[in-house]
Nanobody, 124 residues
């Protein structure tokens, strides 16, 4: 079992930045890939970014590529999502998730453990 807790969400103006953190516990953090997903009202949860257990492989949704950066610090049992050049369409609840393997995946179905989410609101 992995317990995840997101933090860092909030209100930011378009063009601004936010950094999200996800603290993991309950399992060896470095042994699993991690991902970030988001869900806007009335929409399905969508993939944002993923990172392999060792941090060497990273994947991003086209909508955020070049603006968001996923990283992890296994010594701190934490995964991060640095969000720059935020747009109104980035507004959503952001969730971190732990996969069942060390390989990064964009498929929401491959993630077994989820945090409670943190709200990101981008205003114009």
């Amino acid at each position: 079992q992995v317990q995840l807790a997101e933090s860092g969400g909030g209100l930011v103006q378009a063009g601004g930045s936010l950094s999200l953190s996800c603290a993991a516990s309950g399992r060896t953090f470095s042994s699993v890939a991690m991902g970030w997903f988001r869900q806007a009202p009335g929409k399905e949860r969508e993939f944002v970014a993923a990172i392999s257990w060792g941090g060497a492989y990273k994947y991003y949704a086209d909508s955020v590529k070049g603006r968001f950066t996923i990283s992890r610090d296994n010594t701190k049992n934490t995964v991060y999502l640095q969000m720059n050049s935020l747009k109104a369409e980035d507004t959503a609840v952001y969730y971190c998730a732990a996969a069942s393997s060390a390989s990064a995946t964009t498929n929401v179905g491959n993630y077994n453990y989820w945090g409670q989410g943190t709200q990101v609101t981008v205003s114009s």
